[in-house]
Structure formats: C-alpha cells, structure tokens
C-alpha cells in the first residue's frame, strides 16, 4: 500500500511558477511509474505528465510542453512538479499517481490557481 501526500499548490500570477510535491510512504516511488494529472472546473481528468519507472523516461501532454518539468527525490521519497509560465488554463486540482500493474495509488489533490 502506497499513500500519497501533494503539496505545494496556490494562488499564482499568470506566468508565474509553482512546485509540487508528492510526497510516499508504505513503500518506495523508485518501483512506480509516477504521474500527475490534474482536473480543471467542469473538465475531466487528464494526465499531463508523467515518468517512467524502467528507464526514466518523461512523457507530458503538449499543452505543457516546455513548462512542466517531473523529477524524482529518490533520497526523500518525493516527485515533483516544477510547473513555470503558468497560464489561467493551467488552473486545476493535480493529483499525483502511481501505478505499476496491478496497484494504482492516488493522493487526494492540491489546488492551483493561475489568475491576475
């Protein structure tokens, strides 16, 4: 069993940057492929960016190409989100997810706000 802990959301100015955390315990990250999502008011769940557990590969939708970077702290047991040149459409609660088949682990959200 994996919990998972966001952190880092906020009000922010457009253009402006954030970093989340995703913070694990009950096991470690290391054997997880780690993603986050994130869902926009009256829009689904979608998975912006995510990084690989068997090569360390990063895959990310193009709307945050360029923007969002994810990184793991292996040492701390967190993955991040460094999210820069935020923009009002970035606005969303991001959720942090792991997954290796067949165990699939959420947090329960952070809120990002991105408005003048």
């Known amino acids: 069993q994996v919990q998972l802990v966001e952190s880092g959301g906020g009000l922010v100015q457009p253009g402006g940057s954030l970093r989340l955390s995703c913070q694990a315990s009950?096991?470690?990250?290391?054997?997880?492929?780690v993603a986050w999502f994130r869902q926009g008011p009256g829009k689904e769940r979608e998975e912006v960016i995510c990084?690989?557990?068997?090569?360390?590969?990063?895959y990310y939708t193009n709307a945050v190409k360029g923007r969002f970077t994810i990184s793991r702290d292996t040492a701390n047991n967190r993955v991040y989100l460094q999210m820069n040149s935020l923009i009002p459409e970035d606005t969303a609660v991001y959720y942090c997810?792991?997954?290796?088949?067949?165990?699939?682990?959420w947090g329960q959200g952070t809120q990002v706000t991105v408005s003048s």
């Open positions: 997810n792991a997954k290796a088949s067949p165990y699939d682990y």
């Open positions: 009950g096991s470690t990250l290391n054997y997880y492929q």
């Open positions: 990084i690989s557990h068997l090569d360390g590969n990063t």
